[in-house]
C-alpha cells in the first residue's frame, strides 16, 4: 500500500467518521427541537380508532480489532440506522388489526429495502385463548421478537451470542399463525403459552446470503417451514419470569457457485431450544438465557454435509439509577462447531465470542434517548453460520480480539 | 472453557450481589400504602369488586373482560396515585410500564392504553367510557363511576 493510498484511506475513514457524527448530531438536534412533533397519532375511520406509532435509531460503531457487523468500524461507521412505522386498530371488542413496516441499513446489510416487519390479525376469545394469523413477530426466549427495538432495553445492543443484530431478520417473525393465552394458576401465578406454525423468507440483503458471499455462493432464496413454541411462567413473586422455547425449521437455499447452479437444505430440522428467566422488579432488571442451536445442512448441492452446533448464553443486570439515567452490564457467551469446516475446538478465537459489556443509556426525554456502550470480545467465532465478523470487511484475517465503542441515539412516538 | 465457566461465575455473582443490593433497598416497606388509592369503573361493568391478579392482568392488557364485562384500562400520567398503584398492584415504576407497553404496541399485541393527567380527567373519562377502569386518590370523589373493592 503507497504513501498515497493509506493518505486517500485516512482521508476516507475520516470522512465516514465526520459524517456519521453529523448524521447523529443532526438527528438529535431535530429530535430534541421538536419533541411535540413526536407525540403518537391517533384519528378514527369509520368510527374505529386508529393508532400510528413510530420509531427511528442512527448508531456509531468504532471498534479496535476486527471490522465488525458488515460495517468499516475500524475507521469508524455510522451505517448504522433503522426505523419503522406502525398502524393498528381495534375493530371490535376482540378482534385487532395492525401492520407495521420497516427498514435498516446495517453496513452491508439491509440497503434500506422497506419489508413488511408485522401485519396481522388478532382475535381474542378469552385471556387464556387468542389466534393471531398474517406476517407475526415470533416468540422465542425473551426478547426475540422486541430485539431491535432498542429503546425498550438498556442496551445499545442486546447480548449478540442470543440476539445477534447481523441476523436480525432470521427468526424476529413467520408468515403464518399463533395461538395463544394466558391463565391463572392462582397462587401459583400464572402461565403464558404461545404456539406457531409459519414460513420464513430471508432477504438477499439479509446476513446468511451475504456471508456466503465470501464462500464465493450467491444465494437467490433461502427460505423455509417453521414452527414452535414458548411457555412462560409468571411467578407468584412480583417481577420473576421463567420459560422455555422451542423453534424447528426446515430450510433450503438456492444461488450460483462457480458459475453452476448450488442448492443446501436442512438433512433434519434445524431446532432451537431456548430457557430463560428474568427478575423485573421497580427499576431492577435482570436477564439469563440459554440457548442451543442446532443445524444440519445438505450444502453444495447436497453433495456435502455440515453439522453446525451453537452454544449461547448470557446474564444481564440493568438498573434505573435515575429517572433519565439507566445502567447496565453483561457477559455474553458464544461457541460454535462444524463437522465440515472440522471447527471442534471452542477454546479457539475462531470456536468463541465472548463479549463483556458496559452500558448507560439517557433519556433525553420521554421520546428520544441516547446511549453508549463499551464492548470487550474475545474471539470471533467463525463458523458456517454468521456471528458478527465476516472476512469481507476484514479481508486480511481476523484478530483474537477486538474493542468496541458504541453510540446510538433513536426516537419512538 | 474453565475460563468461560470462571467468567460466567463470576459475572453471575457480581449480578446477584448487585440484584440483592438493589432488592434490600427497594423491597421493604414501613407502611401500607394501599389505602392511598382507590379503583374506579365505567357503571356498565357489573362487577363490585376485583381481585389483585385480575387487577394486574387488566392493567398489563392481558386480560380484557372481568365478570363478562369489557374493560379499558385508563392510566394517569404522573401523581402520588399513580406512583402507589403501579408500585403495588402492577410491580413496577412509571418507566417499566411505559416500556411494557410499548412493547406490545410495536409488535402489535395491544394499542396504546389512554393516559389522563388529572385524577379529574380520569373520572370524567371512566364515567362516560363503557368499560373504563382506572385508578385515582382514594379521597377523591368519583361521581358517576363505580368504587371496584379490591379482594
Redesign the interface.
Known amino acids: 500500500m503507497t504513501r498515497e493510498t493509506v493518505g486517500i484511506d485516512n482521508r476516507r475513514a475520516s470522512g465516514a467518521r465526520l459524517s456519521a457524527a453529523i448524521r447523529i448530531m443532526a438527528l438529535g438536534t431535530v429530535l430534541c427541537a421538536a419533541p411535540t412533533a413526536l407525540y403518537a397519532q391517533e384519528f378514527k375511520i369509520a368510527d374505529k380508532a386508529v393508532q400510528v406509532h413510530g420509531f427511528g435509531s442512527q448508531g456509531f460503531v468504532v471498534t479496535e480489532g476486527n471490522n465488525w457487523l458488515t460495517m468499516d468500524t475500524t475507521h469508524g461507521s455510522g451505517a448504522m440506522t433503522d426505523f419503522g412505522l406502525n398502524a393498528s386498530s381495534q375493530l371490535t371488542k376482540k378482534f385487532r388489526l395492525g401492520m407495521q413496516v420497516y427498514a435498516r441499513n446495517l453496513g452491508a446489510l439491509g440497503e434500506f429495502q422497506p419489508s413488511v416487519d408485522w401485519a396481522f390479525g388478532d382475535y381474542r376469545f378469552a385471556s387464556w385463548l387468542g389466534v393471531r394469523a398474517g406476517k407475526v413477530k415470533t416468540t422465542l426466549g425473551l426478547y426475540t421478537d422486541t430485539q431491535d427495538l432498542d429503546f425498550l432495553h438498556a442496551f445499545a445492543l442486546m447480548p449478540q451470542s442470543v440476539y445477534p443484530l447481523d441476523l436480525r431478520d432470521a427468526n424476529i417473525s413467520h408468515l403464518g399463525g399463533d395461538v395463544y393465552g394466558t391463565a391463572p394458576l392462582g397462587r401459583a401465578g400464572s402461565i403464558s403459552y404461545t404456539a406457531y406454525v409459519g414460513h420464513r423468507d430471508d432477504s438477499v440483503h439479509s446476513a446468511y446470503p451475504y456471508f456466503l458471499l465470501a464462500r464465493g455462493t450467491h444465494d437467490s432464496t433461502y427460505l423455509g417451514y417453521q414452527w414452535g413454541g414458548d411457555v412462560r411462567w409468571n411467578a407468584p413473586i412480583q417481577g420473576l419470569v421463567v420459560g422455555v422455547s422451542g423453534l424447528g425449521e426446515r430450510l433450503h437455499g438456492e444461488g450460483i457457485r462457480l458459475g453452476l447452479p448450488n442448492r443446501e437444505k436442512s438433512r433434519r430440522p434445524d431446532t432451537t431450544a431456548q430457557y430463560f428467566s428474568q427478575y423485573a422488579v421497580g427499576n431492577l432488571k435482570v436477564d439469563a438465557e440459554y440457548k442451543h442451536f442446532n443445524r444440519d445442512h445438505l450444502i453444495r448441492n447436497f453433495n456435502s454435509e455440515d453439522v453446525a452446533d451453537v452454544r449461547a448464553w448470557y446474564v444481564s443486570g440493568s438498573y434505573r439509577v435515575m429517572k433519565r439515567l439507566e445502567l447496565g452490564t453483561y457477559y455474553s457467551h458464544y461457541t460454535i462447531t462444524s463437522t465440515f469446516l472440522g471447527l471442534v475446538d471452542t477454546t479457539l478465537p475462531s470456536g468463541h465470542d465472548y463479549d463483556k459489556v458496559v452500558s448507560g443509556s439517557i433519556d433525553i426525554n420521554r421520546y428520544v434517548n441516547v446511549k453508549l456502550e463499551g464492548h470487550f470480545m474475545n474471539g470471533y467465532g467463525f463458523g458456517p453460520y454468521p456471528n458478527g465478523f465476516y472476512p469481507q470487511v476484514n479481508p486480511t484475517g481476523f484478530a483474537p480480539t477486538t474493542k468496541g465503542l458504541v453510540v446510538k441515539t433513536g426516537f419512538n412516538f | 472453557?474453565t475460563d468461560?465457566l470462571t467468567?460466567?461465575k463470576r459475572?453471575?455473582l457480581l449480578?446477584?450481589l448487585?440484584?440483592l443490593c438493589?432488592?434490600f433497598g427497594?423491597?421493604p416497606r414501613a407502611t401500607d400504602v394501599t389505602g392511598d388509592v382507590k379503583v374506579i369503573a365505567n357503571l356498565n361493568i357489573g362487577a363490585s369488586e376485583i381481585s389483585t391478579?385480575d387487577l394486574k392482568?387488566v392493567f398489563l392488557a392481558?386480560?380484557?373482560?372481568i365478570a363478562g364485562s369489557?374493560v379499558e384500562p385508563v392510566l394517569a400520567k404522573s401523581g402520588r396515585a399513580h406512583d402507589v398503584f403501579l408500585?403495588e398492584y402492577l410491580?413496577?415504576?412509571d418507566?417499566?410500564l411505559?416500556?411494557y407497553f410499548?412493547?406490545l404496541?410495536?409488535?402489535?399485541?395491544?394499542?396504546?392504553p389512554k393516559v389522563c393527567d388529572s385524577d379529574a380527567d380520569i373520572v370524567a373519562y371512566v364515567a362516560k367510557t363503557k368499560g373504563a377502569v382506572g385508578y385515582i386518590g382514594a379521597g377523591v370523589v368519583a361521581q358517576g363511576t363505580k368504587t371496584l373493592a379490591i379482594k
Open positions: 472453557m468461560g467468567e460466567m459475572t453471575y449480578i446477584v448487585a440484584a438493589a432488592s427497594a423491597v391478579e392482568a392481558v386480560k380484557t373482560s369489557q408500585k410491580g413496577k415504576s418507566a417499566t411505559i416500556t410499548r412493547g404496541v410495536f409488535t402489535g399485541k395491544a394499542s396504546m
